[in-house]
């Protein structure tokens, strides 16, 4: 599986101006040759725009915006990993991102769970459970927004249920680089799986965005790397990199879950 990941500037002018863009890198990544395209968190609308924005531009999965960017998929025959607010039939409102196929059928969505800071508690609800592996052309791929991957945890539970490769748009701002160069690479090692990790770069009102978007092999190596810029990195996923890192890379066989108690319980339960 080739992936293209599309780390560029935050939206600006609302999801017209998001769409076309997607338009235009689902075609540059098509022509060569990937399979699925991979943009950051809130890509359709941005992320820091604030309550008001948000809620504004919220839709559910049949919305306008999904079919949109449905379309596309099928349009350029790839598959797309977008993230956008989705509006919950109850009111409430989601930072997710949406799995489509290269004939735009839609094929998950992920709802982050886990929030850093004021901006994520203002604008959204909190995903209530973690989002189940999806099958795209024979991989088994993990979903996972921003800081959701910072919590071993969630890796290693995604890891557990056989997810080949974890997918992750994110909006990382300054000074947190060491997230894609620390914790990612550690993330997909520990695990053996694959971890692709989408950034934006630039500006959106006070925050700077850090860009260094990467997929990293699952024994922790870069295969692809963005700078701080606006482009497009590619990386090709494959089932005997896979294998041959796990033959030697034992950490799920050889763990002792009866010693780790004390860390799933939870409070109250």
């Not at 989705?86 to 709802?111: F, I, Q, W």
């Not at 260094?212 to 090709?236: H, K, N, Q, T, Y």
């Amino acid at each position: 599986m080739r992936l293209a990941l599309d780390q560029g500037p935050p939206t600006t002018g609302g999801s017209a101006v998001a769409l076309a863009r997607l338009n235009r890198s689902a075609g540059t990544a098509a022509a060569a040759g990937a399979n699925l395209l991979i943009a950051p968190e809130m890509a359709l609308t941005g992320y820091n725009i604030g309550v008001a924005a948000v809620r504004a531009a919220a839709e559910p999965l049949d919305g306008p915006m999904i079919a949109a960017f449905a379309e596309i998929a099928r349009r350029h025959r790839i598959a797309l990993l977008v993230g956008f607010p989705e509006l919950d039939p109850d009111g409430r409102v989601y930072n997710a991102v949406h799995l489509v196929d290269r004939h735009g059928k839609s094929r998950a969505t992920c709802r982050k769970t886990h929030f850093y800071g004021a901006v994520d508690r203002a604008q959204f609800a909190p995903g209530a459970a973690l989002a189940t592996p999806v099958d795209l052309d024979g991989w088994s791929l993990g979903l996972a927004i921003c800081y959701d991957i910072e919590f071993p945890e969630l890796a290693r539970a995604q890891a557990l249920a056989g997810v080949d490769a974890i997918l992750v748009p994110t909006a990382n701002m300054l000074p947190f680089t060491s997230i894609p160069t620390r914790i990612v690479p550690a993330r997909a090692e520990e695990n053996g799986v694959y971890v692709a990790y989408v950034n934006y770069c630039g500006a959106e009102g006070d925050f700077t965005y850090c860009g260094l978007s990467c997929v990293c092999g699952p024994d922790g190596a870069d295969l692809a790397r963005a700078g701080d810029g606006d482009e497009m990195i590619f990386a090709d996923l494959t089932k005997q990199h896979l294998a041959a890192t796990r033959a030697t890379s034992t950490h799920l066989a050889d763990r002792r879950p009866e010693l780790y108690g004390s860390i799933s319980g939870v409070k109250g339960a």
